[in-house]
């Protein structure tokens, strides 16, 4: 997008000086406005003269400017072109229909057979054994894991870093922490054991 490069003037009336500061998106800018004066000649406005198109921008799109609190006093065109770059719009690529899932089945028939019923019938006691001893296997390593409890050993320098490593790490309340005896009982109850050196 190209356009006409601007020399504006903009006006506030009945001030001498304001220093405006107008938001843009998340940012804002500082514009001064100077050089008003009030006498019985009559009212000259306090302005600002810029060139730069992000101020004009800034400007132009403000309430202060909506509401009429700032004007333009003049605006000359000068012998340039402002060019805007814009990103590519991003297009919609279409989203291929997920193929739908027949219905029909597509395995050979089966033919059945005497020796196939009675191998089926062993493998099913089979998988009945396996399943049984797997299910001992894992009570077996339950009860193990419930015997050797895991501790952690933690070295620490000084009570207030204790403190924050259990209010950090497990949520408990630094106040409810008095002592090393208290520290020391905190972490074990969490399964760790606390070292002060």
Excluded at 26 to 34: E, G, N, Q, R, S
Excluded at 153 to 173: I, M, R, W
Aim: glycine share 6%; hydrophobic share 35%; proline share 5%.
């Amino acid at each position: 997008m190209n356009t006409k490069k601007t020399k504006t003037t903009y006006g506030v009336y009945n001030l001498i000086e304001w220093h405006a500061r107008l938001r843009m998106g998340k940012a804002t800018v500082k514009v001064a406005f100077t050089g008003g004066s009030i006498t019985t000649q009559g009212v000259t406005p306090a302005t600002f003269t810029t060139e730069n198109p992000v101020i004009q921008f800034a400007i132009e799109n403000s309430p202060e400017f909506h509401n009429g609190k700032i004007k333009v006093v003049r605006r000359v065109k000068l012998n340039g072109v402002v060019e805007i770059e814009c990103n590519v719009p991003k297009v919609a690529l279409p989203i291929p229909a997920p193929a739908p899932i027949s219905t029909e089945s597509v395995d050979a028939p089966v033919k059945e057979d005497e020796n196939a019923t009675e191998a089926q019938a062993d493998n099913e006691a089979e998988t009945e054994d396996n399943a049984e001893a797997q299910a001992d296997n894992e009570a077996e390593t339950e009860d193990n894991a419930e015997a050797v409890p895991v501790t952690t050993q933690v070295e620490f320098s000084c009570n207030d870093d204790a403190k924050d490593y259990l209010e950090q790490t497990f949520g408990f309340v630094r106040s409810k922490l008095r002592n090393r005896e208290d520290i020391v009982a905190a972490g074990k109850a969490r399964g760790v054991d606390i070292i002060f050196v």
